[in-house]
């Protein structure tokens, strides 16, 4: 796949959704894309992202659900928070966006990659009506990260350092295999940064992951890219499962942090059992 062939797969998948803008404070819209028919589950995209993030699992979800997914404030096609505005008023904006879309506060089910997971674990808690939650590299597990390089600044950088600082900070940070470093994975990667006006780095306070979802008692299931250079993935999931039954925990081999990329099929048939009511595998 080349630069081209990549802007026409973006195209063909945008093409497939429906748009929406849905107001959060007056004035304030979030952008919305919503895939297939059924039950509504809500994907929530990382820090520095964007719908993007979920450019190869929105088809198979489709099938069987009617999919939901963001750009959250601040990132993508969204309007900004207001100025000085950390998590909290983004939760609240996401709440009223999407039950301004739903029409309502019906059940559904919520997905959430990297920063998208104390986003939605305070949804969740907030809001209710969540019949399960999937994290895949969920951040913010309070565990060490196991960093492969450190990455490079790109932002005062000129146009051919900047390309080659996001090809290293995308092998880096996001992906573990070089071969999946393609054109599709460089443009959503750089669409979503260069769109991205929130800043996610401090704003989820001291508080871990498993303390966020201590009101939550309804089934989570947490994936995590064997190779995820963000979290020590056994014992965060140690630490999220303990003495919690109907909490599941998925390794996935030859992956990264950005694990429904690099490893989409594994990650799709993963959510279509969740979300379909079949439980985690085993």
Known sequence: MNAADAHQEISRIDALAEHRSMPFLPGRMMKWRSFGNGEPVVLVHGGHGSWLHWIRNVEALARTHRVLVPDLPGFGESHDLPPESGLPALVDAFIASLDSLLGGRPAIDLVAFSFGAPVSARVAAKRGAVRRLAF????????????????????????????AAFRHNLLAH????????????????????????????????????????TPYTEPALFIWGEHDVTATPDAAAEALLRDKPNRHYRLLPNGGHWIQFEQADAVNAELARWVGGGGASQ
Request: hydrophobic share 45%.
């Open 136 to 163: 895949l590299g969920a951040a913010r597990t309070g565990t060490p990260t196991r960093s492969r390089a450190a990455l490079i600044r790109w932002r005062k950088a000129d146009s051919a350092a900047q390309e």
């Open 174 to 213: 996001m992906l573990y295999d070089e071969a999946s470093v393609n054109a599709l994975a460089f443009e959503v990667y750089v669409k979503s940064i260069l769109a991205t006006r929130f800043h996610s780095r401090g704003t989820t306070g001291n508080s871990t992951l498993a303390e966020m979802l």
